[in-house]
């Protein structure tokens, strides 16, 4: 297995398109490391420059200890998987699956039993004699996925090879998906823009906008400690919502004011935010950080805030409330069944300690809270 470096890359089309701009990443041997980030953001090209796919227009690309640039895909040593779920059409899915392994020399025996196992557990070993034109969407990107993982590559470069899969199948694959390139030890780059396939496969993510990294972390470290508005806005499954406000201090305590309200700050003025007293700032909410005060009355009454209602999505165990303050919308989390409806003025619990604080000029992280 192998390590992989991008250092420096770019990636350019004919007509000047940026497509990716100065990239450094490092992927550890045998990490999982998933990119993120809305379309268009560079995760795709990423993946074609790793596999030789296409060139990189500046910088170079190592896998383990050799620069690739100029090695054609073949030679890499990669597995990758598409969103189209490429398959040879005229081969039978069993076929499909065997044809890595016969390529690369290995026994027939031992190719029978991986193709036997790999289809077992992606839910396919009872289609292995069908073409792919009979499958369903679904059905052909897990076999796609199959032909990846049968072999054992230097590197996997996996791009939304879930997408296809119904909701339950997909928790399930996830699942063997994960359990498999971790006990293979098998260096990946997997691309998702599913945020429940980010927290729960990645060991490190990597968030891309315009082309552009943003931020590389763990999965918590992203949530917790996100460098700048975009980064917090699109990472974990709920988003954050962003509310303009002013910090003052009076009387020894700290206050956001929120479109006329006072939000306390509990534990005093964090050190890094003692030179934006008395100026604007943006406020970052989480849903879990936000409640329904009528069911709180202990809650402190310095630490709420009124806002309008503007829709509730049902989500079973809980309400989702999305509302809006001070021109913003956040969400807040109530009981099942709770929540009033549309136009209705509610008034909102803050954890206010979990508060995170942002340069409303540079949109750059000022203060995380206190976690």
């Known amino acids: 297995m192998a390590a992989v470096v991008l250092d420096?890359?770019?990636?350019?089309?004919?007509?000047?398109?940026r497509a990716l701009w100065q990239l450094d990443l490092a992927v550890a041997d045998g990490e999982l490391m998933v990119l993120t980030g809305p379309s268009g953001c560079g995760k795709t090209?990423?993946?074609?420059?790793?596999?030789?796919?296409?060139?990189?227009?500046?910088?170079?690309?190592?896998?383990?200890?050799?620069?690739?640039?100029?090695?054609?895909?073949?030679?890499?040593?990669?597995?990758?998987?598409t969103q189209q779920h490429t398959l040879y059409p005229h081969m039978t899915v069993g076929d499909n699956l065997r044809f890595p392994l016969r390529?690369?020399?290995?026994?027939?025996?031992?190719?029978?039993?991986?193709?036997?196992?790999?289809?077992?557990?992606?839910?396919?070993?009872?289609?292995?004699?069908?073409?792919?034109?009979?499958?369903?969407?679904?059905?052909?990107?897990?076999?796609?996925?199959?032909?990846?993982t049968a072999r054992l590559p230097r590197v996997f470069l996996l791009d939304e090879p879930l997408s296809a899969l119904d909701a339950g199948e997909r928790v399930r694959v996830r699942a063997e998906l994960h359990r498999y390139v971790k006990t293979a030890g098998v260096t990946t780059l997997y691309v998702a823009n599913d945020q429940a396939e980010v927290m729960s496969l990645a060991d490190r993510v990597a968030v891309l906008r315009d082309g552009v990294l943003?931020?590389?972390?763990?999965?918590?470290?992203?949530?917790?400690?996100?460098?700048?508005?975009?980064?917090?806005?699109?990472?974990?499954?709920?988003?954050?919502?962003?509310?303009?406000?002013?910090?003052?201090?009076?009387?020894?305590?700290?206050?956001?004011?929120?479109?006329?309200?006072?939000?306390?700050?509990?534990?005093?003025?964090?050190?890094?935010?003692r030179g934006h007293v008395g100026l604007p700032v943006i406020l970052g909410l989480r849903p879990h950080q936000l409640g329904d005060a009528a069911a709180a009355p202990g809650h402190p009454v310095d630490e709420r805030l009124l806002a309008t209602v503007r829709r509730v999505e049902r989500l079973g165990p809980y309400d989702q409330v999305?509302?809006?303050?001070?021109?913003?919308?956040?969400?807040?989390?109530?009981?099942?069944?709770?929540?009033?409806?549309?136009?209705?003025?509610?008034?909102?619990?803050?954890?206010?300690r979990l508060v995170q604080v942002f340069d409303p000029v540079t949109a750059?992280?000022?203060w995380h809270g206190r976690h």
């Not at 990423?46 to 090695?71: F, K």
């Not at 021109?327 to 003025?345: H, L």
């Open 8 to 17: 420096g890359v770019s990636r350019v089309h004919p007509d000047g398109t």
């Open 45 to 81: 090209t990423t993946l074609r420059v790793i596999a030789g796919l296409e060139p990189a227009s500046a910088g170079t690309v190592t896998i383990g200890h050799d620069v690739v640039n100029e090695l054609p895909t073949r030679d890499r040593d990669v597995a990758l998987v």
């Open 214 to 273: 943003q931020q590389v972390g763990t999965p918590q470290e992203v949530l917790d400690r996100p460098v700048n508005q975009f980064v917090a806005g699109f990472a974990g499954l709920d988003g954050m919502g962003f509310v303009p406000a002013r910090l003052e201090q009076s009387a020894g305590l700290t206050w956001f004011l929120v479109a006329g309200q006072r939000l306390r700050l509990p534990g005093g003025l964090p050190g890094a935010l």
């Open 322 to 352: 999305v509302t809006e303050v001070a021109g913003a919308q956040v969400r807040a989390r109530f009981a099942p069944g709770t929540a009033p409806g549309p136009g209705s003025a509610v008034e909102l619990t803050v954890r206010a």
């Open 103 to 148: 390529m690369s020399g290995t026994p027939r025996q031992e190719t029978e039993q991986r193709v036997t196992a790999e289809s077992r557990v992606l839910g396919i070993e009872r289609l292995l004699h069908r073409l792919p034109r009979v499958l369903s969407t679904g059905h052909r990107q897990s076999a796609a996925l199959g032909r990846a």
């Open 364 to 366: 750059t992280a000022l």
